[in-house]
């Protein structure tokens, strides 16, 4: 595998549902994150990593969890979510340094997630 | 706050032709600004990269340029052809958002044979 793979692609859930979206990068890179993109809206950061730590929240309903286990893996975590939570999800990787985020975004593929 | 908007949100050329999209952000202060593809379903592509000190990047067919100043860059792409038809993003990195990379809506481009 090569790049930023997400899994699975599609995923369809019940409100009730706990479920987790994968994410993993072969790019050696020591930042990841997790972007929403919905119908007609701008791509909004959900949350950002650097070196396992979480350094960015975007006010995310707690209802999405994120975990970040190593520097290659990042994982998102869901339960009880809403209809309005359906959107593509995006990860995404960079390499960080000193304290700056000068380079580019390698995005994974996405998962399509539909909440009935 | 930064906003980032993106005109026009779609557009439809002959193949062939020469095209520009625009981005204009209201926050100069800037650590770099991307310019992605997007194949509908698909994930982010990122097609240039440029740094708040530099004007602008060239890779084959496409060039970007950005003014600071302005608030305003430009993705120009040279000789479209239909394999170019995806949405193209505009997403700025400021300097005080900590990797946040804050994304216009769009262009939605199609190039017809």
């Known amino acids: 595998e090569t790049g930023v793979t997400q899994t699975p692609r599609h995923l369809v859930m019940g409100m009730t549902n706990k479920k987790s979206l994968k994410c993993e990068q072969h790019l050696g890179h020591n930042a990841m994150y997790w972007y929403k993109q919905s119908a007609k809206k701008p791509l909004e950061l959900m949350f950002v990593y650097n070196f396992k730590e979480q350094t960015e929240n975007n006010s995310v309903p707690s209802r999405f969890s994120p975990e970040c286990p190593n520097s290659s893996h990042l994982f998102l975590h869901l339960h009880t979510l809403q209809p309005e939570d359906s959107a593509l999800y995006l990860c995404?990787?960079?390499?960080?340094?000193?304290?700056?985020?000068?380079?580019?975004?390698?995005f994974g593929p996405g998962t399509r997630l539909t909440v009935l | 706050k930064q906003e980032v908007t993106q005109i026009p949100a779609a557009l439809s050329v002959p193949e062939g032709e020469n095209l520009v999209l625009n981005c204009s952000f209201t926050?100069?202060?800037?650590?770099?600004l991307q310019w992605f593809r997007q194949d509908p379903g698909k994930g982010l592509t990122s097609l240039l990269l440029?740094?708040?000190?530099?004007r602008e990047q060239t890779s084959g067919r496409l060039n970007a340029s950005l003014d600071k100043s302005s608030g305003r860059s430009t993705l120009y792409i040279a000789a479209s052809q239909p394999g170019d038809s995806a949405t193209y993003l505009c997403?700025?990195?400021?300097?005080?958002?900590?990797?946040?990379?804050?994304f216009g809506q769009g262009t939605e481009l199609s190039v017809k044979p």
């Open positions: 995404a990787s960079s390499q960080v340094g000193a304290g700056t985020y000068t380079d580019t975004q390698y």
């Open positions: 926050d100069s202060a800037i650590y770099n």
């Open positions: 997403a700025v990195g400021g300097d005080n958002q900590g990797g946040k990379l804050i």
């Open positions: 440029i740094q708040s000190s530099q």
